[in-house]
């Protein structure tokens, strides 16, 4: 059974990783702890940094449920729109849980080119800073 010390260290930790979903900023965090918890600055980074792994895995199970209400929402879509010989509708909606998913190959991106050192250094005869626009 946990020590009333590991109960009350666990309820910090929670009560931070509760203000860090709520998008309070490093330095407030810092802050708060240290006037809340009547501690120093070195033992409100430990609890910042404990309250953070919360917070990341709180954020990926809401992301998870978030999917999987989606997924489940475009299901239905896809199934209404089959049952109506709708064609379309129904690979759309197969498309769209295919990105949600992240099963989608990535979209094709536009290359832009930076001009190198080496491109620079061949092409110091040709241009030269008095003729690049302003």
């Not at 999987?68 to 129904?90: F, G, M, P, V, W």
């Amino acid at each position: 059974m946990p020590s009333t010390a590991e109960v009350d260290l666990e309820q910090r930790i929670q009560d931070v990783a509760d203000w860090v979903l709520e998008g309070v900023r490093y330095t407030d965090l810092v802050a708060k702890c240290c006037s809340t918890f009547k501690v120093c600055k070195r033992t409100a980074d430990s609890y910042i940094g404990k309250a953070n792994a919360i917070a990341r895995e709180t954020r990926q199970r809401q992301k998870e449920t978030m999917v999987n209400r989606a997924t489940a929402q475009l299901e239905r879509i896809h199934d209404k729109a089959y049952s109506r010989d709708d064609c379309s509708a129904a690979t759309g909606a197969v498309r769209e849980m295919i990105k949600l998913l992240g099963l989608a190959e990535p979209e094709k991106s536009e290359v832009k080119h930076d001009a190198t050192e080496s491109l620079m250094g061949i092409f110091a005869n040709v241009v030269t800073k008095d003729d690049k626009p302003a």
